[in-house]
């Protein structure tokens, strides 16, 4: 059996189902790694447990980063420690409120509803004609983009999201093509936010460009890495959630046929599919000190990898773990993180996968009509074909 490792992690084996090698991991080498290499860490109380120590964090300014040897030119949120993050997620929280997500379930509802019956009647790539078009038309209203551009939104998400993979994994001119959807990215939302200060709304841009917290704001920089994390984070991880969750309604179809039979399970069911097959398969954190995962020294500087993948399948938190079950209670799952980093956008993922979900529930013929194929992505799982018949 491989051992557990950075370079294991892109087996392309494992892309296409990693879970019985996850299991193997937890069972024979919960935590491995050290000397100089990242920690690799399987189960989840020992990912929680780095996620809320304040040991851990991500790479100073004086450290190398775990996955990536160069600093992207500007960090979001996501990627600072406190008091940073404290300060800019504060102030963004401000903006991205429960009243801006559940403006946007109308017209997810109808979205949901006219992709569905342009693909009813035959074989479509689920993909293509489902699960990528109804993240893109939901951050776009989030961002009051016009129709007739979110393409380009397609685009640079694609493009960015592939990024995010070790330095040493990217192939030649994928770094390349990230800095430059970047910097057009950039350059489009510096004009877009020009819009609204000039002419706000009520989308989330509006209220990010308006945002004040005791004569606190976010300044340009921050504003534009935070837009490119919320495109990234609101994107691709929920097409992933779209198209992961409904490959395993169609692998089982006893589950399936409980959802429409009870639609009200629709809420459970995304938790589930969060858990059995989350869209981010793992992340990293850098000891910010020394201390300890377990009983494996992390010097300061050092990495730790944390399998996402694998600790939601830990059967210390999860009974039978690799059978899946939308009805489970409690679904407990790091899909969306643990502790101050935990994914801001969670309510907004939830209410995209119900309400698409329950749509799915409802339809006379859901089946599966071929082998699905895997993006190259490795921190991201997601698909890019998945052939479906719609009826």
Same mark, same amino acid.
């Given at each position: 059996?491989?051992?557990?490792?950075?370079?294991?992690?892109?087996?392309? @084996?494992?892309?296409?189902?990693?879970?019985?090698?996850?299991?193997?991991?937890?069972?024979?080498?919960?935590?491995?790694?050290?000397?100089?290499?990242?920690?690799?860490?399987?189960?989840?109380?020992?990912?929680?447990?780095?996620?809320?120590?304040?040991? $851990?964090?991500?790479?100073? !300014?004086?450290? @190398?980063?775990?996955?990536?040897?160069?600093?992207?030119?500007?960090?979001?949120?996501?990627?600072?420690?406190?008091? =940073?993050?404290?300060?800019?997620?504060?102030?963004?929280? %401000?903006? $991205?409120?429960?009243?801006? #997500?559940?403006?946007? !379930?109308?017209?997810?509802?109808?979205?949901?509803?006219?992709?569905?019956?342009?693909?009813?009647?035959?074989?479509?790539?689920?993909?293509?004609?489902?699960?990528?078009?109804?993240?893109? !038309? #939901?951050?776009?209203?989030?961002? =009051?983009?016009?129709?007739?551009?979110?393409?380009?939104?397609?685009?640079?998400?694609?493009?960015?999201?592939?990024?995010?993979?070790?330095?040493?994994?990217?192939?030649?001119?994928?770094?390349?093509?990230? $800095? %430059?959807?970047?910097?057009?990215?950039?350059?489009?939302?510096?004009?877009?936010?020009?819009?609204?200060?000039?002419?706000?709304?009520?989308?989330?841009?509006?209220?990010?460009?308006?945002?004040?917290?005791?004569?606190?704001?976010?300044?340009?920089?921050?504003?534009?890495?935070?837009?490119?994390?919320?495109?990234?984070?609101?994107?691709?991880?929920?097409?992933?959630?779209?198209?992961?969750?409904?490959?395993?309604?169609?692998?089982?179809?006893?589950?399936?046929?409980?959802?429409?039979?009870?639609?009200?399970?629709?809420?459970?069911? #995304?938790?589930?599919?969060?858990?059995? =097959?989350?869209?981010?398969?793992?992340?990293?954190?850098?000891?910010?000190?020394?201390? %300890? @995962?377990?009983? $494996?020294?992390?010097?300061?500087?050092?990495?730790?990898?944390?399998?996402?993948?694998?600790?939601?399948? =830990?059967?210390?938190?999860?009974?039978?773990?690799?059978?899946?079950?939308?009805?489970?209670?409690?679904?407990?799952?790091?899909?969306?993180?643990?502790?101050?980093?935990?994914?801001?956008?969670?309510?907004?993922?939830?209410?995209?996968?119900?309400?698409?979900?329950?749509?799915?529930?409802?339809?006379?013929?859901?089946?599966?009509?071929?082998?699905?194929?895997?993006?190259?992505?490795?921190?991201?799982?997601?698909?890019?074909?998945?052939?479906?018949?719609?009826?």
């Amino acid at each position: 059996m491989t051992a557990p490792s950075m370079l294991a992690l892109i087996d392309p @084996v494992l892309r296409q189902d990693p879970y019985p090698t996850y299991r193997q991991w937890r069972e024979t080498a919960p935590i491995s790694g050290g000397d100089g290499q990242p920690l690799m860490v399987t189960r989840q109380q020992d990912c929680s447990n780095v996620l809320r120590d304040n040991k $851990f964090g991500h790479a100073e !300014a004086d450290q @190398v980063g775990p996955l990536n040897s160069t600093p992207p030119p500007q960090r979001s949120f996501l990627g600072m420690n406190p008091p =940073d993050h404290t300060r800019l997620r504060g102030l963004v929280s %401000k903006a $991205f409120t429960r009243k801006v #997500v559940e403006r946007l !379930a109308p017209m997810i509802e109808q979205t949901t509803s006219e992709l569905i019956s342009a693909a009813r009647g035959g074989t479509v790539n689920f993909m293509d004609a489902i699960a990528r078009p109804l993240p893109v !038309a #939901v951050i776009s209203e989030l961002f =009051d983009v016009p129709v007739e551009e979110r393409d380009l939104i397609v685009a640079w998400s694609h493009d960015m999201a592939r990024g995010l993979d070790p330095d040493f994994l990217i192939p030649e001119g994928v770094r390349e093509r990230q $800095f %430059k959807a970047r910097e057009e990215f950039r350059q489009y939302m510096l004009q877009l936010a020009d819009k609204r200060r000039d002419n706000p709304g009520e989308d989330l841009l509006s209220g990010l460009v308006q945002v004040r917290d005791a004569g606190d704001v976010l300044s340009e920089a921050e504003l534009l890495t935070t837009c490119i994390l919320l495109l990234i984070a609101g994107h691709e991880t929920t097409v992933n959630l779209i198209g992961n969750g409904t490959l395993a309604l169609l692998r089982n179809p006893a589950e399936l046929a409980r959802l429409r039979a009870e639609p009200a399970l629709a809420d459970r069911a #995304v938790e589930e599919f969060l858990r059995y =097959d989350p869209p981010v398969q793992f992340t990293a954190r850098t000891a910010l000190q020394d201390t %300890k @995962v377990g009983s $494996f020294d992390a010097p300061r500087g050092s990495a730790a990898i944390l399998l996402f993948g694998s600790a939601n399948r =830990d059967p210390e938190v999860c009974e039978d773990p690799d059978r899946l079950d939308i009805s489970r209670e409690p679904s407990r799952h790091l899909a969306f993180g643990h502790g101050p980093h935990f994914c801001l956008g969670a309510p907004l993922a939830r209410l995209e996968g119900r309400l698409i979900f329950e749509a799915l529930a409802r339809l006379d013929e859901l089946e599966l009509a071929g082998e699905p194929t895997y993006n190259d992505n490795i921190i991201l799982r997601g698909m890019r074909e998945l052939p479906v018949r719609l009826a």
